[in-house]
């Protein structure tokens, strides 16, 4: 059974970095057959890709985020991460990790398994 | 940014059938497959639909998929109480190079 789950901190001051980890179980983030995700879901607003990793450290951002996004992979722990700086409030959101499944031309089919959600508040 | 449009809410009684919508464009759905989310409240989403009509495993036939040139659409026939919940369309978006998400659209059971 494969399971994501997001650790962090709840709370980030504003003008700081936002960093979560996402911890996988019941697969390898090296397995060739997916990219590892972050997707974010302001409140009351539409979900909103944020980008994505290959094992080999490929990444594409959102380019309405790229500017301030970082997604690294710790393929030894099993885990991928998420930084983004300069957070303003309007970067308060729930944030999920996602496996996600692609096609040979590398577009992104769908997203099978994704943790629970990491509320982050931006507030001073 | 390109987004994908969806009624903001739907409704039904148990039994009935009901249909959601979601709108796109030639660089979203006009050129790409769309899948479908569930997502219970507090929960996180749930894959529902992929590659348009695909059903993964454990998701019940009362729901189908199907897409005509840049719009989707989720039927749900014999409506149940446990399908009270938010839908999501999505798809890959050849501009933005990465994927969408509809608005999402609310289904009351009534």
């Known amino acids: 059974q494969v399971q994501l789950q997001e650790s962090g901190p709840g709370l980030v001051k504003p003008s700081e970095t936002l960093s979560l980890t996402c911890t996988v179980s019941?697969?390898?983030?090296?397995?060739?057959?997916?990219?590892w995700s972050w997707i974010r879901q302001p409140p009351g607003k539409r979900l909103e890709w944020i980008g994505y990793?290959?094992?080999?450290?490929?990444?594409n951002y959102n380019p309405s985020l790229k500017s301030r996004v970082s997604i690294s992979v710790d393929t030894s722990k099993s885990q991928f991460s998420l930084n983004l700086s300069s957070v303003t409030a309007a970067d308060t959101a729930v944030y999920y990790c996602?496996?996600?499944?692609?096609?040979?031309?590398?577009?992104?089919?769908?997203?099978?398994?994704w943790g629970q959600g990491n509320l982050v508040t931006v507030s001073s | 940014q390109s987004v994908l449009t969806q009624p903001p809410s739907a409704s039904g009684t148990p039994g009935q059938r009901v249909s959601i919508s979601c709108s796109g464009s030639?660089?979203?759905?006009?050129?790409?497959?769309v899948n479908w989310y569930q997502q219970l409240p507090g929960t996180a989403p749930k894959l529902l639909m992929y590659?348009?009509?695909q059903r993964p495993s454990g998701v019940p036939d009362r729901f189908s998929g199907s897409k005509s040139g840049t719009s989707a659409s989720l039927a749900i026939s014999g409506l149940q109480s446990e399908d009270e919940a938010d839908y999501f369309c999505?798809?890959?978006?050849?501009?933005?190079?990465?994927?969408?998400f509809g608005g999402g659209t609310k289904l009351s059971v009534l």
């Open positions: 996602a496996r996600a499944g692609f096609t040979i031309s590398g577009v992104v089919h769908y997203f099978d398994y």
């Open positions: 990793i290959f094992y080999t450290g490929t990444t």
């Open positions: 590659r348009n009509s």
């Open positions: 030639t660089s979203n759905i006009g050129s790409n497959t």
């Open positions: 019941g697969d390898s983030v090296i397995s060739g057959n997916y990219y």
């Open positions: 999505a798809a890959w978006d050849d501009s933005l190079n990465g994927p969408v």
